[in-house]
């Protein structure tokens, strides 16, 4: 640790030099928004697919003199009380001629105006809304042809050749096919009311083109239509929905303990088209929603098939990675069906809403019964479940007070309630308390929590941020939970604690810093040498996180960061991580097309506990956060070619080498070696 805090102390004082610079230069920072959002958690199908969304939205900004209410609020960083400002600006004193008028606004600080501007713009030129005659389909229509294909460069072992007499006894060592990812999507949209396509990709090592499978091993097709008189929203085939703060259903990211500490609302209800390539997280069949008035009314029905191993109509749980390369995996694709149905009645108003959300759902002749252990006592089996909630926010000035509570089939409740404070401009603060009952089930829900479901949990969270001076900002956050039954890992009711402080430094448009610690934890099981009894021990981490990015040219962007970390068991040595990263970003300041990104980074920690993540940029519209342990190094370049003015090509290259081993990965993963290079390539048309 003292060496980190040399480095840290270095980078500082040699950075410094450039924080004034002058150079106008547009940094992604709702890339590095991101990119904490995914420090903070490992669902990573969900931060995708977050990525993705913003990705999107990037490309089709929202003119900012029209922008409404319903399209303020699908930007995560943005909250209430910014968005209610910015809109009563504009009524009162028109339309804005220029972007940097946003700096008028009393709750838009420099770090919240920096994240916006990406996705807004400002035009004299207000597009009215066009029919929907094929005219005006066939030619203000846009269409989107993405091609993306992967490949690691090193062979792994379940691609290796084995004789047959060894695959006959064990045919779960060899991958069933080609060692390449690949995918094809394509979209239509039509002045974002009508949105249209497909998806269809295959995983590496899944078959393609073999004696096993022809085609792509996942389609996807979505028909979504939008903010038509009364019909708010119409989705037909593949779509995701979101009701409440989560406890029933969300196909969202779950916004939790990240440095945006006092927003943790969730915002979006409804439904959306779903056009990831994630296989799992989406309903298939038909949704809509109609408006009466400040009344929505929503129903939605899906069907579709899903992955499990059965036996007797019996399977113990869903398979859920979307991953079908073994024989395992296909013995278990798609072999249970699952229907869900219900609906959603919301009233509200700018002050006030209240939502009521009811599901069911349904395996048919299939019954959910996992294992018998302790830890699982209280989870759900069966054949059908129910679930209902009712939603609710009240808001005034400066407080605002929102919540869910839920109940399942077996009678269980939970609840999760907030109260958000804004006594001025440059502070808030928020606590919210969460009660999720042992023996609440809900398959699809998705809230604030520590664990991965909305169950055995009870907790409070708290959090606040300041504003004291203009660039600076103060982020606090304190989680305290309890899980009142067993989990996994853990063999009796158990607790913990999280912390968090972050200082953000913003002095101009070219320099942004900040320094965070996190300090958390949790009980789990441990057992001591020549002790046979199981004991239930706290384990501590710190985290010591710093970040500054910078330009001292034109047409360059540096971005510098530093972690440490510090892992403690009882039964084991203090285990320590560190890594230290560069990026360097380049867009042309001509007429050239292109755009460059380089990575470099180093790392060396104890092991597995004290592994480290880091963002590095990744082709359009996917997100790449590897963690690393051990000591190496890693490499990474990437770039952005505009052939045509409607076509492009992205590509990257990334190598890790490691000083510290000779196998990388295991079992069928494994690649004999110290060195691991991938290539991540997209071809897109936009006609």
């Known amino acids: 640790m003292r060496r980190l805090f040399i480095i840290l102390s270095i980078i ?22 991101v990119e904490e959002l995914a420090l903070e958690t490992e669902d990573t199908e969900r931060i995708e697919s977050l990525y993705a969304d913003l990705s999107y939205l990037t490309e089709h900004p929202f003119e900012l003199n029209s922008v409404t209410e319903e399209q303020l609020k699908r930007l995560p960083f943005l909250s209430d009380r910014q968005i209610e400002q910015l809109l009563s600006y504009q009524k009162r004193y028109g339309k804005m001629t220029s972007i940097y008028e946003l700096k008028n606004i009393e709750e838009m600080d420099f770090q919240t105006i920096s994240l916006l501007l990406p996705f807004i713009y400002i035009s004299d030129v207000i597009v009215e809304k066009r029919l929907f005659t094929v005219k005006n389909l066939l030619k203000y229509g846009r269409n989107d042809l993405q091609i993306r294909y992967d490949q690691c ?42 949105q249209a396509g497909f998806v269809a990709e295959k995983d590496a090592g899944e078959p393609f083109w ?28 593949d779509y995701k929905m979101s009701f409440g703060q989560g406890l029933v259903i969300s196909n969202d990211f779950s916004p939790s303990r990240t440095a945006v500490v006092a927003q943790a609302e969730r915002r979006t209800n409804g439904f959306r088209r779903h056009f990831s390539t994630n296989e799992q997280d989406f309903f298939r069949g038909v949704a809509s929603t109609i408006a009466i008035k400040n009344l929505d009314i929503s129903v939605f029905y899906s069907y579709r098939k899903m992955d499990a191993a059965v036996d007797n109509l019996t399977f113990t749980a869903l398979k859920t990675d979307g991953l079908h390369r073994l024989q395992r995996d296909w013995e278990k694709r798609k072999t249970i069906t699952t229907q869900v149905y219900g609906g959603n009645i919301r009233y509200a108003t700018p002050h006030f809403h209240v ?9 048919g002749k299939f019954k959910m019964d996992p294992d018998p252990k302790p830890y699982n006592l209280f989870y759900f089996r069966g054949s059908n479940n129910l679930n209902m909630s009712v939603d609710y926010m009240l808001k005034s000035n400066r407080i605002k007070f929102y919540g869910e509570t839920a109940l399942s089939k077996n009678g269980a409740v939970s609840t999760l309630n907030a109260l958000q404070l804004i006594p001025a401009s440059y502070i808030s603060f928020l606590v919210l308390y969460r009660y999720y009952d042992r023996r609440y089930q809900a398959l699809f829900g998705n809230a604030f929590s520590q664990g991965s479901t909305v169950q055995n949990e009870q907790g409070v969270y708290m959090g606040f941020q300041l504003t004291p001076v203009a660039r600076w900002k103060l982020s606090v956050y304190a989680d305290l ?43 789990k099981n441990e057992t001591y040498e020549n002790d046979n009894l199981l004991k239930i021990n706290f384990y501590k981490q710190h985290r010591l996180r710093f970040q500054q ?11 510098t960061t530093l972690e440490g970390i510090l892992f403690d068991e009882p039964v084991k040595e203090l285990s320590k991580g560190i890594m230290i990263s560069q990026s360097i970003g380049w867009r042309s300041t001509t007429a050239l097309p292109l755009q460059m990104d380089g990575y470099l980074a180093w790392f060396h920690t104890d092991d597995y506990g004290s592994r480290i993540g880091s963002y590095e940029k990744n082709i359009l519209y996917a997100f790449n956060m590897p963690s690393f342990y051990g000591n190496g190094m890693r490499f990474a370049f990437t770039f952005r070619l505009d052939i045509w003015k409607s076509l492009s090509l992205s590509a990257k290259l990334a190598h890790t080498h490691y000083l510290d081993r000779d196998l990388i990965g295991t079992d069928t993963e494994e690649i004999s070696g110290s060195d691991k290079t991938d290539l991540y390539a997209l071809l897109r048309w936009k006609f």
């Open 355 to 363: 939502g009521l959300t009811a599901l069911s759902y349904s395996f």
């Open 153 to 194: 460069f090193q062979q792994k072992k379940g691609y290796g050749e084995q004789p047959d007499s060894i695959l006959q006894r064990y045919p779960n060592r060899k991958y069933w096919g080609e060692p390449f990812y690949h995918s094809l999507r394509y979209s239509y949209n039509f002045d974002d009311r009508l």
């Open 481 to 523: 939970f309890r899980f009142p039954w067993l989990k996994y890992g853990t063999d009796a009711p158990s607790g913990g604690q999280e912390y968090m402080a972050q200082i953000d430094y913003t002095p101009s448009k070219n320099f942004s810093t900040y320094l965070r610690y996190k300090y958390r934890q949790k009980e």
């Open 210 to 237: 073999n004696q096993y499978h022809k085609g792509y091993d996942f389609y996807s097709a979505h028909l979504f239509l939008k903010n038509i008189n009364w019909l708010k929203s119409l989705a037909i085939g």
């Open 549 to 559: 990015v910078y330009n001292f040219s034109s047409p360059f962007v540096f971005k």
């Open 12 to 33: 500082l004082l040699i950075n410094s030099y450039y924080a004034n610079s002058q150079v106008e230069y547009s940094v992604d920072k709702w890339m590095e928004y």
